[in-house]
């Protein structure tokens, strides 16, 4: 679990050292050309996000696997147990997890599923709109050098 929160930490402050050297841009004495460099700490930025949001589900995807069958009253998974009515766990009878997408869903003995955690939904989606982002971030950035170039080549 201090891993979890280790890697987490690494790739939330890669985030803040993304965001602040974007903030930089709007200081006078920016780098040139500053869309270009704009465009790619900003795809910095959402790259560590999505990195820092998908590094906090899966460690607690890992954290709810690691703690299934791991000495007394370990199963059902507590995932599954805790915060749910007493019916609802009486009829367990295994869990699924999965870490792309992040899930980890508890199975009832009619087939039936639940999720243990509805967060891993919003992790799921934001790690996906961050990582999209960033791709199209990049691209972005091609495009503006492309076009450059072939301003000056016209131009000449």
């Not at 050309?33 to 899966?58: C, D, I, K, M, N």
């Not at 690691?66 to 869990?95: E, I, K, M, Q, W």
């Not at 999209?132 to 091609?142: D, F, K, Q, R, S």
């Amino acid at each position: 679990m201090i891993v979890g929160l280790a890697v987490f930490a690494i790739c939330a402050l890669g985030a803040l050292i993304a965001a602040v050297s974007l903030l930089a841009m709007a200081l006078p004495g920016r780098p040139q050309p500053w869309l270009v460099h704009l465009l790619h700490r900003a795809a910095w930025l959402a790259a560590a996000s999505a990195a820092a949001v998908y590094a906090l589900g899966l460690f607690g995807v890992l954290a709810s696997q690691l703690a299934y069958n791991d000495g007394a009253d370990s199963v059902p998974a507590p995932a599954c147990r805790d915060g749910f009515s007493a019916d609802t766990v009486r009829h367990l009878v295994r869990h699924e997890s999965s870490y792309l997408p992040l899930r980890f869903d508890c199975v009832r003995d009619d087939g039936t599923t639940y999720t243990s955690d509805p967060n891993y939904t919003w992790m799921n989606w934001t790690t996906l709109l961050l990582g999209v982002c960033a791709v199209l971030l990049v691209i972005g950035a091609g495009y503006v050098t492309e076009f450059r170039a072939r301003a000056r080549t016209a131009l000449r």
